[in-house]
């Protein structure tokens, strides 16, 4: 993240700003420090805003910004709790005397393998993450999970070679990194589940009859003109279709 404090608080922008304030009703703020710097920032905001307010510029560790891609991986301390906390900027809200750091990468080792050479077995896993078999069954990456999911449960899946298991409960998985970085059995967990998941829909799962219809209907252009219709539309016009679209 870079700093931008001094053309902050210059721009003629922000005075402008500062005299729209004055006819507003006081915001609330709390002090939350980043970076190791304590900054003011309203209260209610998310981590990524009040990094933002604070004059810092993201330039990594950002992406979707709604909770969906894990890119703003973040840890954090709270007042009187010896605990780490963990979460995502961009849906985690600020507290009083927060001390966060984002990371912006999480190291992690990654299994090159040619799926087409692999068989959903065990001993896949036993091969590419023999690791797992490390994991002392202490949940610490699953109470580190944004998502909530049962990281753990699925890498104990993972050791008996149940992998629609494993695919299962790592479906939601955002990749963010953070069970890995809590682990002591230093396992990559997201990585095992995206594994799975490769494993599953290549050799395990079903055919759909449904999608097979589907991708004959969009081989023989049945959608050309709704696909050239939304090429047409403006960013704000595809915004408020997807917003607005029935969701089962």
């Given at each position: ?10 721009s ?11 006819s ?35 330039k990594?560790?950002?992406?979707c ?12 301390r ?37 799926l ?18 490390r ?41 963010c ?27 395990l ?7 097979e ?36």
């Open positions: 993240m870079k700093q931008d404090m001094g053309q902050r608080e210059s003629p922008q922000n005075q402008d700003k500062t005299t729209r304030k004055s507003e009703p006081a915001t609330e703020f709390v002090t939350v420090y980043i970076m190791g710097k304590a900054h003011k920032v309203p209260a209610g905001s998310t981590i990524m805003g009040a990094i933002e307010y604070a004059g810092y510029q993201i990594r560790g950002a992406g910004r709604e909770g969906f891609c894990g890119a703003c991986a973040t840890v954090y709270l007042p009187g709790d010896f605990k780490i906390h963990t979460g995502l900027a961009c849906t985690t809200l600020v507290q009083e005397g927060m001390w966060l750091a984002q990371l912006p990468a999480i190291p992690a080792k990654k299994a090159i393998y040619d087409e050479k692999l068989q959903p077995t065990v001993e896949t896993f036993q091969l590419l993450y023999p690791e797992i078999f994991c002392v069954a202490c949940a610490t990456c699953t109470k580190a999970c944004p998502q909530d999911l049962e990281v753990m449960d699925y890498i104990q899946a993972a050791k008996r070679g149940d992998i629609e298991m494993v695919m299962d409960l790592s479906f939601d998985c955002l990749c990194g953070l069970c890995a970085i809590r682990c002591p059995a230093e396992i990559v967990q997201f990585n095992v589940g995206l594994l799975a998941k490769r494993l599953y829909g290549r050799y799962n079903k055919k759909s009859q449904h999608l219809e589907r991708i004959k209907e969009i081989k023989a252009h049945k959608y050309d003109s709704e696909y050239e219709k939304l090429m047409k539309m403006s960013r704000e016009e595809l915004k408020k279709l997807y917003y607005e679209r029935d969701m089962e």
